[in-house]
């Protein structure tokens, strides 16, 4: 079963940027789109961007979705950030071999614990 294990979230003063990782294991994320989601307290989960099994990266205004195939791991840089952007940042993977990529939840089979992201001064 693959796994994903988020990291990189943490306090940040806004104007900031982070570098969230997902990383997989169990599998090769070859054959996977990723999407980063981010859920507020109180608030639905919400998609950030997605990226296909074959693209490099993505880039979605304030936010860059990478992946390192041979690192096994996904990325998301986020700059710019406000305190808006306080929630839990969740990575989310599906197979997929037409090399495309939809940011709804529902769409995604496998899901990290999620990272805490908090932008506050």
Do not use: H
């Not at 104007?15 to 608030?43: E, H, I, N, V």
């Not at 989960?45 to 990226?51: A, F, L, Q, T």
């Not at 990575?91 to 908090?118: E, H, L």
Request: glycine fraction near 10%; aromatic fraction near 10%; charged fraction near 20%.
């Amino acid at each position: 079963q693959l796994q994903l294990v988020e990291s990189g979230g943490g306090l940040v003063q806004p104007g900031g940027s982070l570098r969230l990782s997902c990383a997989a294991s169990g599998f090769t994320l070859d054959y996977y789109a990723m999407g980063w989601f981010r859920q507020a307290p109180g608030k639905e989960r919400e998609g950030i961007s997605c990226i296909s099994r074959r693209a490099d990266s993505s880039v979605k205004g304030r936010f860059t979705i990478s992946r390192d195939n041979t690192k096994n791991t996904v990325y998301l840089q986020m700059n710019s950030l406000t305190p808006e952007d306080t929630a839990v940042y969740y990575c989310a993977a599906r197979v997929d071999f037409s090399d495309t990529c939809i940011p709804r939840a529902s769409w995604y089979d496998d899901w990290g614990q999620g990272t805490q992201v908090t932008v506050s001064s």
